[in-house]
Nanobody, 124 residues
Framework: QVQLVESGGGLVQAGGSLRLSCAAS????????MGWFRQAPGKEREFVAA????????YYADSVKGRFTISRDNAENTVYLQMNSLKPEDTAVYYC?????????????????WGQGTQVTVSS
């Protein structure tokens, strides 16, 4: 049974930083792409970032490019999302997602397992 457990969310002022972590179990982590999505109140869940199985390829939504960095530690079965220069519009529940394959996609259909989410709130 795949389990993805996010941590690191919280309340931060605009311009601040947070680092999200996602600990994975129940899957061969090192052969799966991983990703982060987010869902703001009243909006659909949207793609944020993804990383290939080796970490050699990364993809970002235009809205976070240059501010967020996705990384992974295959020895620790953990994927990270470093979020800098946070804006109020980044406020959302952030979800970790496990890819169905080795290469990262940007659609929800490219991911087969999901965490429970962690709340990120950015105050102005």
């Amino acid at each position: 049974q795949v389990q993805l457990v996010e941590s690191g969310g919280g309340l931060v002022q605009a311009g601040g930083s947070l680092r999200l972590s996602c600990a994975a179990s129940g899957l061969t982590f090192s052969v799966h792409a991983m990703g982060w999505f987010r869902q703001a109140p009243g909006k659909e869940r949207e793609f944020v970032a993804a990383i290939s199985w080796s970490g050699g390829s990364t993809y970002y939504a235009d809205s976070v490019k240059g501010r967020f960095t996705i990384s992974r530690d295959n020895a620790e079965n953990t994927v990270y999302l470093q979020m800098n220069s946070l804006k109020p519009e980044d406020t959302a529940v952030y979800y970790c997602a496990g890819g169905v394959g080795t290469w990262a996609g940007i659609e929800e259909a490219d991911f087969g397992s999901w965490g429970q989410g962690t709340q990120v709130t950015v105050s102005s």
